[in-house]
């Protein structure tokens, strides 16, 4: 399985971009996806989740302004990032956990300019 991730760019604080998350290839397990995020110079952290139910969590940090969705038959994952902040400046990556098996794409820059 490969993912693609895509929709980053650079946008001014406030502004709003919709990351998608595009997997290689349909799996039979109930598929847990992800949205995780890196700064500069930071630890990866975890920004949202999904699973095959579409339940959801979301970091407190973003709660409220990103809002994680999936379409199934397109196999892919979206991130609709609203009013957003210079602290969300970031490598955007998604992940899905499948039974025992992890993929990651290979990230999504976002920058968000004050």
């Known amino acids: 399985v490969q993912l693609q991730e895509s929709g980053g760019g650079l946008v001014q604080s406030g502004g709003s971009l919709k990351l998608s998350c595009v997997s290689s290839?349909?799996?039979?397990?109930?598929?847990?996806m992800y949205w995780y995020r890196q700064p500069p110079g930071k630890l990866r952290e975890d920004v949202a989740y999904?699973?095959?139910?579409?339940?959801?969590t979301y970091a407190r940090s973003v709660k409220g302004r990103f809002t994680i969705s999936q379409d199934s038959v397109n196999k892919t994952v979206y991130l609709q990032m609203n009013n957003l902040k210079p602290e969300d400046t970031a490598k955007y990556f998604c992940?899905?956990?499948?039974?025992?098996?992890?993929?990651w794409g290979q990230g999504t820059q976002v920058t968000v300019a004050s």
């Open positions: 992940k899905m956990s499948c039974g025992y098996y992890v993929y």
């Open positions: 999904i699973n095959s139910e579409n339940k959801k």
């Open positions: 290839e349909l799996t039979d397990c109930d598929v847990e």
